[in-house]
Antibody, heavy 121, light 114 residues
Framework: EVQLVESGGGLVQPGGSLRLSCAAS????????MSWVRQAPGKGLEWVAN????????FYVDSVKGRFTISRDNAKNSLFLQMNSLRAEDTAVYYC??????????????WGRGTLVTVSS | QPVLTQPPSSSASPGESARLTCTLP?????????IFWYQQKPGSPPRYLLY?????????GSGVPSRFSGSKDASANTGILLISGLQSEDEADYYC????????FGGGTKLTVL
């Protein structure tokens, strides 16, 4: 059974940093692209970043470029999101998601339960 | 940043069908786009339902009932999620998604089963 379990969320002041983790199990983690997707309270979904299976390619939504860094440790079946210079608008539930591919198009077939990040003074 | 337009809300009665729409911006052709659909219930993560490209190229998520199906209306540049035989458990938010260069979601439709 595919399982994705996020951790590391919490309350942080504007300008602060936070590192999210996602523990994966039930599949060959090193074979899949992985993504972070967020959802602000009461709002819709927003893709944040994704990373190639070997970690050699990473992509970000414009609003987090230069502030967030996605990484992975295939030996530990773990995905990470380092978030720096946090802003109030980064407040959201952050989901870890497994990417699948169809004809070079990607989508998300499994999601974790998410971890809440609150940026507030 | 393309915007996918979904009606904020929709409602239907148990046993009826619900037709949820997702309109693509004019510069993206629905005919050459993969449309993905997700269901989200309160307090839960999104669940992948299905993708639709054409009648010969579509796929259902694991464990998703065949009551959920996709289609397109090319004249309206719109992707469609059809839920037949509505059940109370289908009450949820539904999001469409495309991937022009990265994932782009619609704003979601809250489906109420009356």
């Amino acid at each position: 059974e595919v399982q994705l379990v996020e951790s590391g969320g919490g309350l942080v002041q504007p300008g602060g940093s936070l590192r999210l983790s996602c523990a994966a199990s039930g599949f060959t983690f090193s074979s899949y692209w992985m993504s972070w997707v967020r959802q602000a309270p009461g709002k819709g979904l927003e893709w944040v970043a994704n990373i190639k299976p070997d970690g050699s390619e990473k992509f970000y939504v414009d609003s987090v470029k230069g502030r967030f860094t996605i990484s992975r440790d295939n030996a530990k079946n773990s995905l990470f999101l380092q978030m720096n210079s946090l802003r109030a608008e980064d407040t959201a539930v952050y989901y870890c998601a497994r990417d699948r591919e169809i004809a070079t198009i990607q989508y998300f077939d499994y999601w974790g339960r998410g971890t809440l990040v609150t940026v507030s003074s | 940043q393309p915007v996918l337009t979904q009606p904020p809300s929709s409602s239907a009665s148990p046993g009826e069908s619900a037709r949820l729409t997702c309109t693509l911006p004019s510069d993206i052709n629905v005919g050459t786009s993969y449309i993905f659909w997700y269901q989200q219930k309160p307090g839960s993560p999104p669940r992948y339902l299905l993708y639709y490209y054409s009648d010969s190229n579509k796929g259902q998520g694991s464990g998703v009932p065949s009551r959920f199906s996709g289609s397109k209306d090319a004249s309206a540049n719109t992707g469609i999620l059809l839920i037949s035989g509505l059940q109370s458990e289908d009450e949820a938010d539904y999001y469409c998604m495309i991937w022009p260069s990265h994932a782009v979601f619609g704003g979601g439709t809250k489906l109420t089963v009356l």
